[in-house]
C-alpha cells in the first residue's frame, strides 16, 4: 500500500495581530503561553510558532528576556519544534525582530519576504473598548505603516543566522514575495528544502478566495520545483476553509489564534489546542496522517533540539 502523506500542523499561539481586549483567551504572560504551546503540541502541532509579550500591557514584546521567560519551559514539556518569529510587529526594525533567532539559535524562523501594507485597523469596526492604552492607536496606526521587509533587511537577516543551523520558514503574502525568496535561492543564501508559508487574508496582501490559493501554489511550483515544502495560513474566519483547502492538496497547515480568534461564526476560540485540534481533523477526515515533531523534523531537515541555545 502507498504510504500515507504526513501534514504538519503548525500552531501560532500569540502573534502581534490581536490585542489582549479582543478575547479573554489570548495567551499574553510567560505561564499562558507556555501553557498553550503544550496544549497545542499535545493536540497535535508538530511546530510552536512564538511571539512574546508584555505581561501587563498584552503589548509585543521582543527582547531577550521576554522569550526567556518562557522558551526553557516549553522545550522542557514538549518535543514540538520551537519556532521563533523573525516579524516581531510591523513597527519594528529587522535588527530588533531577528534578534531571539541571533541569540537562541532555534531550529526554525519565520522570515517574511518582502515589504507590505499590514492593515489592521478594520478591526476597530469590530472591537471598540479596550483595557490598554496602548491598543486603539496600535491598530488605528496601520492606516500608515509600511511593514518593511526589503532586499538588504532579508539579507541581513539570513546572514546573521548563518552560523546557527537555523531554518527559516519563509512568510510569503503575495506573489512578488515568491519571487523574492527565488531571488534569495539564485544567490544561494537560502538552502533547499525550503519552508514557504503561504499567508492569505491580511489587508495589503493577497486574499482567500480558492483562486489566490491555486495562484500561490502554481507560481511556487514554477519557481522551486520540487524541492520545497508548503503551507498555509488563512486570517480570521477563512483559516480553516483555507487550511481545509491546503490539506487536500498536499499542503502542510497552520492555525492559532495569532491568524484567528475564531473557531467558528461568532465563536470564539477558547484555546490553541482547539483549533489544532479541528486541523486534525481536517487532515485526518481527509485520509492523511498528522506529522509528528520527529517526521517536521526530517521532513523539513532541522537540526535537531539538542542544538539550540536554550
Not at 497535535?44 to 522569550?67: K, Q, Y
Not at 526567556?68 to 519594528?92: C, E, H
Amino acid at each position: 500500500m502507498a504510504k500515507t502523506q504526513k501534514i504538519i500542523i503548525s500552531c501560532a499561539i500569540t502573534g502581534a495581530i490581536h490585542t489582549p481586549s479582543m478575547s479573554p483567551y489570548l495567551p499574553v504572560t510567560p505561564e499562558q503561553i507556555t501553557e498553550a504551546s503544550i496544549g497545542a503540541a499535545k493536540a497535535g502541532a508538530a511546530i510552536v510558532h512564538l511571539h512574546a509579550r508584555n505581561p501587563e500591557t498584552g503589548r509585543p514584546d521582543h527582547s531577550l528576556a521576554a522569550f526567556a521567560a518562557f522558551l526553557p519551559r516549553i522545550k522542557q514539556s514538549t518535543d514540538a519544534v520551537l519556532n521563533l518569529t523573525s516579524g516581531g510587529a510591523p513597527y519594528m526594525k529587522i535588527e530588533e525582530r531577528i534578534q531571539p533567532a541571533t541569540a537562541f539559535k532555534p531550529e526554525l524562523a519565520s522570515l517574511n519576504m518582502g515589504s507590505m501594507n499590514f492593515g489592521l485597523f478594520p478591526m476597530l469596526d469590530r472591537f471598540n473598548e479596550f483595557r490598554h492604552s496602548w491598543e486603539r492607536d496600535y491598530l488605528e496606526g496601520s492606516r500608515d505603516l509600511v511593514f518593511r521587509n526589503t532586499f538588504k533587511d532579508v539579507e541581513y537577516a539570513l546572514r546573521v543566522c548563518a552560523g546557527n543551523g537555523t531554518r527559516f520558514e519563509f512568510e510569503c503574502y503575495d506573489v512578488g514575495h515568491l519571487y523574492n525568496l527565488a531571488h534569495f535561492l539564485d544567490r544561494d543564501l537560502v538552502q533547499r528544502p525550503l519552508f514557504v508559508q503561504l499567508v492569505f487574508g491580511i489587508l495589503g496582501g493577497i486574499g482567500t478566495h480558492a483562486e489566490d490559493v491555486m495562484h500561490m501554489k502554481r507560481t511556487a511550483d514554477r519557481l522551486f520545483g520540487g524541492d520545497y515544502r508548503w503551507s498555509v495560513l488563512g486570517a480570521g474566519r477563512r483559516q480553516l476553509p483555507t487550511a481545509a483547502m491546503a490539506a487536500s492538496m498536499g499542503g502542510n497547515i497552520r492555525v492559532g489564534l495569532e491568524d484567528s480568534l475564531w473557531i467558528g461564526p461568532g465563536q470564539l476560540a477558547i484555546s490553541n489546542a482547539a483549533q489544532v485540534l479541528r486541523a486534525r481533523q481536517i487532515i485526518e477526515g481527509l485520509g492523511l496522517e498528522v506529522a509528528s515533531p520527529a517526521d517536521a523534523r526530517e521532513i523539513l531537515s532541522l537540526k535537531g533540539s539538542d542544538n539550540v541555545a536554550f
